[in-house]
Each structure stands twice: as structure tokens, then as C-alpha cells.
């Protein structure tokens, strides 16, 4: 008999194994990291403008009474309390953040005072924890202040064993006065610092007018005031604009000022470095832009600093006016740089949103009174403990015969004085522990007094919780005590950045920032470019590469701007003093513009400003083109001549005149009137002459009085004399040229 096959049975799964489509499970998991990282360590709360590894930095030092009247601690200390009790992540980034918060040169108050090496300006790393020591600064204790007292939300430790703030109670707007910047998943954050006592004045006004507008807060708030100091060169418009939608950025430049010397000569000293920038780095850099000659301006850069800052640039012309040469710096350095302003902070629900600096002052304001409410309450609730006891010890004063006999000879005294005077638990317990010497009448003068004191602080106190104007009344008052401590004539309090408006481009003379030289410009025939000191006027003398020749000489000044056209129908523009100089044959011209290896230099020629160019292409199409409209400004070059597949831009030359030539490789020529060609500043052009087969080879503008002519290979000027048969219409074939037409189908020299 044939055994029956058993039922196949379906893998037992376990239950703590579930069964998801794996882009549900991923999404799951990625929309978790992703709010843990905005929430948890990018962005900062706008209430304490803290993140929580600052915040859990501050507590813990209070816990360990790191205060500032008190002695310091290893930093080493501090990380592992924090480490082990509130932050479970690496001891190095406790240790980063922390430093960060001693740092000067990086907060506008520091929150965590330093001995030992913390790093500096430079951008050398802080000593190892093990041998730097902190406590809590002055701001710090008041950025904890009341926090013992029911003022703000604790939670959990992420072990379960302790709790920890939710948020600070922060007596000062510390967001905006530090900033705050960091990267989340599809967001970020970048707060410039600003100043104390300006923020707290516009604070007191938002409290007297809620619906402030920015300009008004601006009167207080200039903008942003950095650790560094510097000078703001952003103008207020555009800073009112940032400061409303929380998104811009600010202009920040170096502060610097002229130092004279003997002879006449002076000296460029910069004081003050913009926000972030490594002043070692900077340094480098400027020394490599004047070894490579892209900062002509300067000779020489110099660190002199100490504990100031103290850069000295020494300018290559002392004829050139400081200011000048400063704009050239500021150019190409980061003596100049701008910082980026996103307000996305998380709100007081924690959802993280974009705030501009009315919304940021408001939820700090908010906080507060938030603050003010709940310490109000708990003092309230410890002065209802305290007259409980005191209305206890007033009863016992009254009736002192007759407590002390219950106390002497009852059994149970507590018991019995609750019963007689109709006292609670409480107060009866604190009479059995009154001391003797408190049974003084002294002693009960001072409870009266202290219950009277307490009896009218209450009252003050429930008034205080009924009335908003009265809250609004006590924030002022504690906002105008935290000012004293930010004096704006202190060195934490004064003013660091400064502002001032930077000049436009028209109004510096650039030609003055460079001493004005002769130099030949040398382009060979495979695109290698150089300079020859002065106007090389015997061209036999160049030499070139091995299987290379001459492809264009330009005399020219180093104030000058090199004009090249490419066959793809592309004008660039080189500064001739940035060209490459010295002995050698220079660099290839495609290290300097975007030009590809298919495409070849068509003409070379300065830039002047006010000519008109004629310019065509092998397929017969051209127009007449404004030299301003040929200027470029990057290495990409500017689009003019619009080339059909298969063609190459083969012609600019001067558009002066009233007739147009042109000569096609079929050598067939055509004359036509200037003005049967239009005036663009980009396009394909029109069709300037027809062509059976090949294409245009050569075409100019002349004078119909001055005649025909064009120049040879020997640089001689030869006159067509019988031209007028061979005028027609544009794009008209033409006919056969003359005898001693030249066989090379060109024209000659260009420009």
C-alpha cells in the first residue's frame, strides 16, 4: 500500500520577525534617522538656541558645580559625565562641541571657560581633553539659571536611569547671539552670531509693539556681529530681506587700514579676519596667487600676528591708492567672503521650520514668559509649604504652655497637638522638631516678620500669574538686568563687526591696480600662449616648440585684455598680465578657457571697447557685432557666432566702412554694400555670399573711397584697382578675381 504524502507545512516564523515589503521597511527605517538627526543633533532649539549635546554639555558641568567662582575640572572629567550619564555617542565629538564652546574666535559669548590649548584662528586642533581643564562661564549659568526650579520639561536619560532637560531656560536670546549651524537630512542650518545688547534692546521693544516690522527692529539689530569682527559690506535692504524670510546672506570683508612708512611709502596691515576663514590657510593662499602672478597688486604677504591679528601685504606700486589694491584683493581672496543665513531651527513643539528674526525673538519671548509662569508657580507652591509650617510655629507661640506639657507628658504628642490645635501632619511634625532655643521671643518677632513677608509675596505673586501685562513688565526688568551684564562697553558686549558700503566695480580703476608694462603676446600655431617683455618688433627671434609656429603677435600692455575668437564661434577674454611670462613657451591657451581640442584660435586682438567687428563662418553666414557684446567674463567664453554643423567661424575683422569683400575658396569674389548687412549681438547672421562647393574663405569692410586693398605675405599693402565690376547683391556668387588676386584666398593682416 502506498504511503500517503504529508501536507507540506509552512516555515514557522518567529514572532519577532515580521514579514514587510522591503521599500515600506527601508522608508520606515530612513524617515526614523532622518527625524533623529534633525531633531537630535542638527538643529538647535530656538528657544535656547542649544543642540542637545551643548545642552547636555552645560547641564552636567552644573551637576558636577563647575561654576564660575569655582575651581576647574579635567575636560577629560567633564566628556566621561556627559558621555555616560546623558550623550551615548563618541567621546571626540563631546570633546569637538565643547571646545567650540571656549572658543572665542568661533561663539560670539562663550558659554565654557578654557585653560590649556583649545585651539586657535589658525586651524590647529585643541590639545587632548586629558590635558585641558573647564567650568561654566558667567553666560552659561544664566543661560541654567532657575532651571531647579520647575522652569522647563525634563526627560528621560537615553538609559532610563537619570532625566534631563528638555531645553534651557535661557535668560538670553542665545540662538541669534551665537548662531549655530549644522547639516540634516534634506535640511540645514547656518545662524551668523550677533550681538547681545542689541538683541535685547529689540526684545524690549517687541514687547511694548508685537507687531514690529523689520525695519523698525533693524534700529536695534544692525546685523550680524561676529566673533572675528570684520566689516559687513551687505546693504540694509538686503539684509531687511534676509532678517524676513530667515533665507540671504551676508557680505563680510577683513578690516584693515593703512600704515605709513619712510620715504613715502605705506604699508596694507589687516586687524580683523571674516568669520571662519583659517588664517593660515588664508595666508597660503594669497602667497600662492602672488607666486603664480593672479594677484599682481601685492609682493609680498606677512604674519606678524601675536594675540591680535596682524597681517601686512606690501603693494607692489606705491602709486596705486590702498583702496585699489585692497578691492583687487578682496576679489580673489577670502578676505571677502559671504555667509549664508538659513534661520531652520526647531520651534518650541520641535518641528523644525524656517524663522525670520521677528518669529526668533517672539519664541525666545515666548519661552520666557513660559519660564516666568512656571518658576512663579513653584515658588508659590514652597511659599504655601512655608506658611504652613509658620502658621504651625504661630499656634505653638500662642499656646507654648500647653504644647510643651503635651510634649513632656503625653504618649503620643503628635498625635495629641493635631488634635488640640487642629494642626496637619506637617505642621505638627515641624513643631516636635523645633529646637529649644527657637521658643525665644526673638524668634517668634522673626516668624511673624517672615510671615508677613511671604503672606505679601504670595499676593504679588498670584497677581503676577493673572495679569500678562504684569509678566510681559517682569521679562523687561530681568531683560534690562542681563543687559548690565553684557555692558555694550565691555570687550564681551561692544560692538565687533562693523559695517560700511563696498564700492561698485565702475568706481575702481582696475588699470591702476597694475603697473602699466609693454609686453609682445605670443599664440602659436597649436594654441600655446606667453608673453615677451616689451614689443618684440623682429619676429624671427620668437622660437617655438618643435613642430609648432608662429599663429599670432600681439603687441600690448599689461593693463590690457586679450580678445580671442574660436572657430566654434566663441569670443574669450584674457587679463595680459595674468598670461604666462619668463623663459620656456608658455601654456597651453586651453588650461585658461574652455575650449575644446576640436576647435582652433581664429583671430587674437585687444580688447578696446567701442569697434564694431565684422564676423562669418565657412558657410558664407555672417553679420557686423558690437565689441561690447563680445566681452566675456568667465572661462566659458561668450556665444556670438552661431556655427552650422560642418562650419567654422573663420573671420573677425574691423567693421569700418561702407562696402563688404568677400572670397570663397572657389576664389570668387563679391562686393556689396555695408548695410545690406544687419547689426546683432548673436546669431547665425545672414548668407553673405553663394557657393556651389567649399565655402568662404576670407571676407572685410572698406571704404569705397579708400579703395580695395589687402596685404601679402610680406606684409605690403597691394591695391585692387579695377574692383567695381565684381559689386552685387549679398548672396550673390561672384565672380572669378582678377590677376594678382592673392592665391592664398585672404586678405592679410586683420587687425
Given at each position: 500500500m502506498a504511503r500517503k504524502k504529508k501536507p507540506a507545512q509552512k516555515p514557522l516564523i518567529p514572532e519577532d520577525i515580521f514579514l514587510e515589503p522591503l521599500d515600506e521597511a527601508l522608508g520606515q527605517r530612513y524617515l526614523a534617522y532622518a527625524l533623529s538627526t534633525i531633531t537630535s543633533r542638527a538643529l538647535p532649539d530656538v528657544r535656547d538656541g542649544l543642540k542637545p549635546v551643548h545642552r547636555r554639555i552645560l547641564f552636567a558641568m552644573r551637576q558636577m558645580k563647575l561654576n564660575p567662582s569655582g575651581g576647574f575640572k579635567k575636560s577629560a572629567k567633564v566628556v566621561g559625565e556627559v558621555m555616560g550619564n546623558y550623550h551615548p555617542h563618541g567621546d571626540a565629538s563631546i570633546y569637538d562641541a565643547m571646545a567650540r564652546l571656549v572658543q572665542d574666535f568661533s561663539v560670539r559669548v562663550p558659554l565654557v571657560d578654557g585653560q590649556g590649548n583649545f585651539g586657535n584662528i589658525d586651524g590647529d586642533n585643541p590639545a587632548a581633553m586629558r590635558y585641558t581643564e573647564s567650568r561654566l562661564t558667567q553666560a552659561a549659568q544664566m543661560l541654567l539659571e532657575g532651571i531647579d526650579e520647575d522652569s522647563v520639561d525634563f526627560r528621560d536619560t537615553y538609559d532610563g536611569e537619570d532625566?534631563?532637560?528638555?531645553?534651557?531656560?535661557?535668560?538670553?536670546?542665545?540662538?541669534?547671539?551665537?548662531?549655530?549651524?549644522?547639516?540634516?537630512?534634506?535640511?540645514?542650518?547656518?545662524?551668523?552670531?550677533?550681538?547681545?545688547?542689541?538683541?535685547?534692546?529689540?526684545?524690549?521693544?517687541?514687547?511694548?509693539?508685537?507687531?514690529?516690522?523689520?525695519?523698525?527692529?533693524?534700529?536695534?539689530?544692525?546685523?550680524?556681529?561676529?566673533?572675528?569682527?570684520?566689516?559687513?559690506?551687505?546693504?540694509?535692504?538686503?539684509?531687511?530681506?534676509?532678517?524676513?524670510s530667515g533665507r540671504g546672506g551676508f557680505r563680510v570683508r577683513a578690516k584693515w587700514e593703512r600704515e605709513a612708512l619712510e620715504r613715502g611709502k605705506y604699508q596694507i596691515v589687516i586687524t580683523q579676519i571674516p568669520y571662519q576663514v583659517q588664517k593660515s590657510k588664508l595666508v597660503e593662499k594669497i602667497a600662492d596667487l602672488i607666486q603664480t602672478k593672479k594677484l599682481p597688486v601685492i609682493t609680498d604677504v606677512r604674519d606678524e600676528s601675536a594675540e591680535d591679528i596682524r597681517l601686512v601685504l606690501e603693494p607692489r606700486s606705491q602709486t596705486v591708492e590702498a583702496n585699489a589694491v585692497m578691492e583687487s584683493v578682496f576679489k580673489v581672496t577670502d578676505l571677502e567672503s559671504r555667509f549664508s543665513m538659513n534661520l531652520n531651527v526647531l520651534d518650541?513643539?520641535?518641528?523644525?521650520?524656517?524663522?525670520?528674526?521677528?518669529?526668533?525673538?517672539?519664541?525666545?519671548?515666548?519661552?520666557?514668559?513660559?519660564?516666568?509662569?512656571?518658576?512663579?508657580t513653584f515658588r508659590l507652591g514652597k511659599i504655601a509649604k512655608r506658611l504652613e509650617i509658620l502658621d504651625g510655629f504661630l499656634i505653638a507661640y500662642l499656646n507654648l504652655d500647653e504644647v510643651i506639657r503635651i510634649i513632656r507628658y503625653e504618649d503620643e504628642p503628635k498625635q495629641q497637638l493635631m488634635k488640640t490645635f487642629k494642626l496637619n501632619d506637617v505642621q505638627a511634625e515641624a513643631i516636635l522638631n523645633m529646637r529649644l532655643r527657637a521658643l525665644r521671643k526673638l524668634e517668634e518677632m522673626e516668624i511673624k516678620n517672615e510671615h508677613k513677608a511671604l503672606k505679601k509675596e504670595q499676593k504679588e505673586l498670584k497677581a503676577l500669574l493673572k495679569s500678562e501685562d504684569a509678566q510681559w513688565k517682569k521679562i523687561a526688568e530681568q531683560l534690562r538686568d542681563i543687559k548690565k551684564a553684557f555692558d555694550p562697553k565691555s570687550q564681551l558686549g561692544a560692538r565687533r563687526t562693523q559695517f560700511a558700503e563696498a564700492p561698485e566695480a565702475d568706481d575702481i580703476d582696475l588699470d591702476a591696480l597694475i603697473e602699466k608694462e609693454p609686453l609682445t603676446v605670443i599664440v602659436s600655431d597649436k594654441g600655446w600662449i606667453r608673453t615677451m617683455k616689451g614689443h618684440v618688433e623682429d619676429r624671427k627671434t620668437i622660437k617655438y616648440k618643435d613642430g609648432d609656429r608662429e599663429g599670432h603677435v600681439v603687441h600690448a600692455m599689461t593693463t590690457d585684455k586679450l580678445m580671442v575668437f574660436a572657430t566654434n564661434g566663441k569670443f574669450y577674454t584674457l587679463d595680459v598680465h595674468d598670461l604666462p611670462g619668463g623663459r620656456g613657451h608658455g601654456e597651453p591657451i586651453r588650461l585658461m578657457i574652455d575650449m575644446d581640442n576640436a576647435q582652433a584660435i581664429s583671430s587674437v586682438f585687444l580688447h578696446q571697447g567701442e569697434r564694431k567687428f565684422l564676423v562669418a563662418s565657412t558657410s558664407g553666414h555672417g553679420f557686423i557685432v558690437s565689441e561690447a557684446d563680445c566681452l566675456a567674463t568667465t572661462k566659458k567664453g561668450k556665444q556670438v557666432l552661431n556655427v552650422a554643423s560642418g562650419a567654422e567661424a573663420n573671420v573677425c575683422r574691423l567693421a569700418v566702412g561702407d562696402m563688404v569683400a568677400v572670397v570663397g575658396d572657389n576664389k570668387k569674389l563679391i562686393v556689396f554694400k555695408a548695410d545690406e548687412l544687419p547689426e546683432m549681438s548673436r546669431g547665425k547672421g545672414v548668407l553673405l555670399q553663394k557657393y556651389a562647393q567649399g565655402g568662404l574663405s576670407d571676407a572685410k569692410i572698406f571704404t569705397r573711397k579708400e579703395g580695395f586693398t589687402w596685404t601679402d605675405r610680406s606684409g605690403r599693402v597691394q591695391t585692387l584697382e579695377g574692383w567695381k565690376p565684381f559689386v552685387g547683391k549679398r548672396a550673390q556668387a561672384g565672380k572669378i578675381a582678377p590677376k594678382g588676386f592673392p592665391a592664398s584666398k585672404k586678405f592679410g593682416q586683420e587687425f
Amino acid at each position: 500500500m502506498a504511503r500517503k504524502k504529508k501536507p507540506a507545512q509552512k516555515p514557522l516564523i518567529p514572532e519577532d520577525i515580521f514579514l514587510e515589503p522591503l521599500d515600506e521597511a527601508l522608508g520606515q527605517r530612513y524617515l526614523a534617522y532622518a527625524l533623529s538627526t534633525i531633531t537630535s543633533r542638527a538643529l538647535p532649539d530656538v528657544r535656547d538656541g542649544l543642540k542637545p549635546v551643548h545642552r547636555r554639555i552645560l547641564f552636567a558641568m552644573r551637576q558636577m558645580k563647575l561654576n564660575p567662582s569655582g575651581g576647574f575640572k579635567k575636560s577629560a572629567k567633564v566628556v566621561g559625565e556627559v558621555m555616560g550619564n546623558y550623550h551615548p555617542h563618541g567621546d571626540a565629538s563631546i570633546y569637538d562641541a565643547m571646545a567650540r564652546l571656549v572658543q572665542d574666535f568661533s561663539v560670539r559669548v562663550p558659554l565654557v571657560d578654557g585653560q590649556g590649548n583649545f585651539g586657535n584662528i589658525d586651524g590647529d586642533n585643541p590639545a587632548a581633553m586629558r590635558y585641558t581643564e573647564s567650568r561654566l562661564t558667567q553666560a552659561a549659568q544664566m543661560l541654567l539659571e532657575g532651571i531647579d526650579e520647575d522652569s522647563v520639561d525634563f526627560r528621560d536619560t537615553y538609559d532610563g536611569e537619570d532625566n534631563e532637560p528638555a531645553v534651557l531656560p535661557a535668560a538670553f536670546p542665545n540662538l541669534l547671539a551665537n548662531g549655530a549651524s549644522g547639516i540634516a537630512v534634506g535640511m540645514a542650518t547656518s545662524i551668523p552670531p550677533h550681538n547681545v545688547p542689541e538683541l535685547i534692546d529689540a526684545s524690549l521693544h517687541l514687547i511694548k509693539a508685537p507687531n514690529a516690522n523689520i525695519k523698525t527692529l533693524m534700529k536695534y539689530v544692525r546685523g550680524p556681529d561676529f566673533p572675528t569682527g570684520g566689516v559687513c559690506v551687505e546693504t540694509p535692504e538686503d539684509m531687511a530681506e534676509s532678517y524676513v524670510s530667515g533665507r540671504g546672506g551676508f557680505r563680510v570683508r577683513a578690516k584693515w587700514e593703512r600704515e605709513a612708512l619712510e620715504r613715502g611709502k605705506y604699508q596694507i596691515v589687516i586687524t580683523q579676519i571674516p568669520y571662519q576663514v583659517q588664517k593660515s590657510k588664508l595666508v597660503e593662499k594669497i602667497a600662492d596667487l602672488i607666486q603664480t602672478k593672479k594677484l599682481p597688486v601685492i609682493t609680498d604677504v606677512r604674519d606678524e600676528s601675536a594675540e591680535d591679528i596682524r597681517l601686512v601685504l606690501e603693494p607692489r606700486s606705491q602709486t596705486v591708492e590702498a583702496n585699489a589694491v585692497m578691492e583687487s584683493v578682496f576679489k580673489v581672496t577670502d578676505l571677502e567672503s559671504r555667509f549664508s543665513m538659513n534661520l531652520n531651527v526647531l520651534d518650541a513643539q520641535g518641528s523644525p521650520r524656517v524663522m525670520g528674526l521677528r518669529d526668533v525673538l517672539q519664541a525666545w519671548l515666548d519661552h520666557r514668559r513660559d519660564v516666568l509662569k512656571r518658576r512663579t508657580t513653584f515658588r508659590l507652591g514652597k511659599i504655601a509649604k512655608r506658611l504652613e509650617i509658620l502658621d504651625g510655629f504661630l499656634i505653638a507661640y500662642l499656646n507654648l504652655d500647653e504644647v510643651i506639657r503635651i510634649i513632656r507628658y503625653e504618649d503620643e504628642p503628635k498625635q495629641q497637638l493635631m488634635k488640640t490645635f487642629k494642626l496637619n501632619d506637617v505642621q505638627a511634625e515641624a513643631i516636635l522638631n523645633m529646637r529649644l532655643r527657637a521658643l525665644r521671643k526673638l524668634e517668634e518677632m522673626e516668624i511673624k516678620n517672615e510671615h508677613k513677608a511671604l503672606k505679601k509675596e504670595q499676593k504679588e505673586l498670584k497677581a503676577l500669574l493673572k495679569s500678562e501685562d504684569a509678566q510681559w513688565k517682569k521679562i523687561a526688568e530681568q531683560l534690562r538686568d542681563i543687559k548690565k551684564a553684557f555692558d555694550p562697553k565691555s570687550q564681551l558686549g561692544a560692538r565687533r563687526t562693523q559695517f560700511a558700503e563696498a564700492p561698485e566695480a565702475d568706481d575702481i580703476d582696475l588699470d591702476a591696480l597694475i603697473e602699466k608694462e609693454p609686453l609682445t603676446v605670443i599664440v602659436s600655431d597649436k594654441g600655446w600662449i606667453r608673453t615677451m617683455k616689451g614689443h618684440v618688433e623682429d619676429r624671427k627671434t620668437i622660437k617655438y616648440k618643435d613642430g609648432d609656429r608662429e599663429g599670432h603677435v600681439v603687441h600690448a600692455m599689461t593693463t590690457d585684455k586679450l580678445m580671442v575668437f574660436a572657430t566654434n564661434g566663441k569670443f574669450y577674454t584674457l587679463d595680459v598680465h595674468d598670461l604666462p611670462g619668463g623663459r620656456g613657451h608658455g601654456e597651453p591657451i586651453r588650461l585658461m578657457i574652455d575650449m575644446d581640442n576640436a576647435q582652433a584660435i581664429s583671430s587674437v586682438f585687444l580688447h578696446q571697447g567701442e569697434r564694431k567687428f565684422l564676423v562669418a563662418s565657412t558657410s558664407g553666414h555672417g553679420f557686423i557685432v558690437s565689441e561690447a557684446d563680445c566681452l566675456a567674463t568667465t572661462k566659458k567664453g561668450k556665444q556670438v557666432l552661431n556655427v552650422a554643423s560642418g562650419a567654422e567661424a573663420n573671420v573677425c575683422r574691423l567693421a569700418v566702412g561702407d562696402m563688404v569683400a568677400v572670397v570663397g575658396d572657389n576664389k570668387k569674389l563679391i562686393v556689396f554694400k555695408a548695410d545690406e548687412l544687419p547689426e546683432m549681438s548673436r546669431g547665425k547672421g545672414v548668407l553673405l555670399q553663394k557657393y556651389a562647393q567649399g565655402g568662404l574663405s576670407d571676407a572685410k569692410i572698406f571704404t569705397r573711397k579708400e579703395g580695395f586693398t589687402w596685404t601679402d605675405r610680406s606684409g605690403r599693402v597691394q591695391t585692387l584697382e579695377g574692383w567695381k565690376p565684381f559689386v552685387g547683391k549679398r548672396a550673390q556668387a561672384g565672380k572669378i578675381a582678377p590677376k594678382g588676386f592673392p592665391a592664398s584666398k585672404k586678405f592679410g593682416q586683420e587687425f
